[in-house]
């Protein structure tokens, strides 16, 4: 059966996770217990000392200085256990061990794409090697982005002037969610990702071999990986439906009606320029979304997604 | 002459009550153009109601789009715009004013033993002031396209159409209002107390004022300025927030936290104050540790300002000020915590009566004090990490700001009902609708931190399908909610056609409004107020028939009319 962590927290997939979630249940615990002890009181004093008749008389209370430290000083001490060992997490937490495995991570409207240090370039999905300290250099093409991997409790935001990062050794094989937990925008909800988390050698083998890509491929065949690698997916439907940008399907051939009142055939240039220099022409109805980060795919991954978009009818 | 007030049967008997600020003049010209505080304060308490009704129904729509996990009844597009306008008008028109311009603007001159506010025209211009802000938010709502949050994170917001800025001048504007709330409050309570009204003998109500009206004084103009800087980029192309222009996103952040974060306290340090006034007359027991949870307040008011870094432990600010910043978050958490403590231990060996403003503040002891014990969870750093921007924080300031605010606001509004219209309203309903919206609350944002925790992402249109369960519990916890607070608005309205004449002192409060009549004429106090300690409720005497409660044998020493107090400074 799949696990599916405590009731209050995801399945733990990170060295950091068992810490953090011993800290969490700490407080969560210390929490409950201060919660029901006033809780508790408050209903106790409600049911004895509730009014019997209207003009009932009242002891006035003496105030106890004791009792008005003890509420002082048991949570202070509580605070700064709670605070120190806090603290010490987040710092393991920001600074990652020597020797970590670098990712580039990009963010931009609303996709996410990893470099690898052999310079392959992939959107969608990350992928991580098992049992190593793995560090994200992050940043971000347009507004502020966050990571989020809830299995690895990291979380950080991408930000457009500097460089982020964050770091986590994943324990176990599996994939993972990834989302963006910074507001974005239009698409915010749709900028999801996997992380999967390889064993070293099958890790460096698809690293070696980018993600499954060979020179020999049929165009077609490299344009679906590319489609799939590079985030297409997230803005661009294949059965038809609206999302951010218009769909694949029958989109080769047909004619292209644009915000400034011109049209023109969806024919192999209109396909490149549109990938290439994805603001020179916005069809109508739809808004100047696409990141221009495309222009760094070779002639023949352009000929391939081509290809690919021609299949769709 | 205040003996003879005082062991009188009560102001009730003067057939100069007659006349009282609901009709000692009807025109609609003398509501508009009024500077009787009272009148303010309901005109506040009406323009207010309407803003929440429509951020209500803006949160219904989020929790009914929330209910399948893909699209229900609308497009993303549309569904951040929804969320974006619930929080602001939620936060800047409806709970940064609620407590202070309804309810302090009512009873706080009357807990004075004062005639009105020390500014009455500026606290009429407030009013107005208000209504040009709430009028920016209605332009902004017409002509769409908001859909930033209400936080107005830049580079999102620098770019897109212009709509935006007319939500951030309406935030601009809606800031003097608080702003001239604020400065009045301070010199009022500085200036206009009766003889005899020592500083340790103000309500607890008084004080919290006190603290929220220096905050609002000393934050509202750094969020002013904010929005002014976020003019001068968009026209001037001056580079401040956005990295295209060569300035800073996290700039911006530090200066919208460093109001947005004291904001907090002035949205629930009201509701502190409303909770003392709550919780003693019902119980008949002065509150436990007066001096502690009057000093709290502004203990809370100043450490409000050193927090704002909590909201950015995840943004790329240094590893060193988050540490800091997470250790005086800390410290806000004891003075909360001595105020908690002290309200319940005042139920020891009290006389407890159940009435329904009593009620709501049980309910909002209960969810105060988990609002309260959630934020000391995200205090701790590396706990944040994994809860921050995600529904865990969604409900954890849902449980201070309507559970703590909202519950304290209702619960008072029941209190000073009587005296606000001279009408009792149905306890049985009164009663019914508290329990339907602890209930509703509860049902609705429980599930919202097992939610957060384990990973959901706040501002989502649509979500993994995991999820989607705990969401169907949460919006239906918030249609009883909303059905809950229906019932409350019925009881007030049934209250108003057909309520049964209210006393002058219905529940028992030794607070000096109670020494007026209900409702209060013009300038509140026919005779000069005896001045007592707040929470002496030993000459209260419960009188059968519609009576309510009147004063028989004041057991205090008078305080010499003649002689000017020297004690006030």
Known sequence: ?313 | MSQTTATDTGNVAAPRAMKHYLNHDKTIWSWLSTVDHKRIGLMYGVTLAIMFLIGGTLALLVRIELLTKGPTIMEADTYNQVFTMHGIVMVFLFLVPSIPAVLGNFALPMHLGAADVAFPRLNLASYYVYLAGGALVLCGLIVGNVDTGWTFYTPYSSQGDGSVLFLTSAVFVAGFASIFTGINFIVTIHKMRAPGLTWDRLSLFTWSMYAVSIVQVLATPVVGITMVLLFFERFLGIGIFDPALGGDPILYQHFFWFYSHPAVYIMILPAFGVVSELIAPFVRQPINGYKFVALSSVAIAFLGFLVWGHHMFVSGQSAVSSIVFSLITYLIGIPTGVKVCNWVVTMYKGSIWLQTPFLYALSFLFLFTIGGLTGIMLGVLAIDIHLHDTYFVVSHFHYVMMGGTVIAAIGALHYWWPKMTGKMFSETWGKVSCLLVFLGFNLTFLPQFVLGSRGMPRRYAQYVAEFQELHQMSSYGAFLLGFGLFVALGVFIHSMMAGKKAPPNPWGGATLEWQCTSPPPYYNFLEPPTVNDPYNYKPLVYRDGDRGWEYVHPEAPEVPQSEPEPAQS
């Open chain 1, 1 to 313: 059966m799949e696990d599916k962590g405590t009731l209050w927290l995801p399945v733990d997939a990170s060295t950091m996770a068992g810490e953090i979630d011993s800290l969490f249940y700490f407080t969560y615990y210390v929490s409950i217990a201060i919660f029901v002890a006033v809780i508790v009181a408050m209903v106790y004093f409600v049911i004895k000392y509730r009014r019997k008749h209207a003009n009932e008389r009242t002891e006035r209370v003496h105030e106890s200085k004791i009792l008005e430290l003890t509420w002082i000083v048991v949570p202070t001490i509580l605070c700064m256990v709670v605070f120190t060992w806090g603290f010490q997490s987040f710092l393991r937490m920001s600074i990652a061990p020597p020797g970590a495995y670098e990712i580039t991570v990009r963010a931009a409207k609303w996709n996410w794409e990893f470099e690898y240090n052999n310079g392959f370039v992939v959107g969608g999905n990350l992928h991580v090697p098992a049992d190593r300290p793995v560090r994200l250099v992050m940043s971000s093409a347009d507004v502020l982005h966050s990571l989020f991997v809830p299995a690895f409790r990291v979380k950080h935001d991408v930000i457009p002037n500097r460089y982020t990062s964050v770091w986590f050794e994943a324990t176990k094989a599996g994939e993972y969610d990834l989302f963006c937990t910074e507001y974005c925008g239009t698409d915010h909800s749709g900028m999801l990702a996997k992380v999967v988390v390889m064993p070293q050698d099958e890790f460096n083998e698809w690293v070696d071999s980018r993600g499954g890509m060979s020179d020999d491929m049929p165009l077609p065949e490299l344009g679906e990986l590319l489609y799939q690698q590079r985030g297409c997916l997230g803005c661009h439907s294949l059965d038809g439906s609206e999302m951010v940008g218009p769909t694949f399907q029958g989109l080769y051939g047909s004619q292209r009606n644009f915000g400034d009142g011109t049209t023109a055939e969806a024919d192999d240039n209109y396909l490149r320029d549109s990938i290439v220099n994805p603001g020179s022409r916005i069809v109508e109805g739809y808004q100047n979304q696409m990141p221009a980060i495309y222009g760094t795919l070779s002639e023949r991954e352009l000929s391939g997604l081509i290809a690919y978009i021609k299949a769709q009818q």
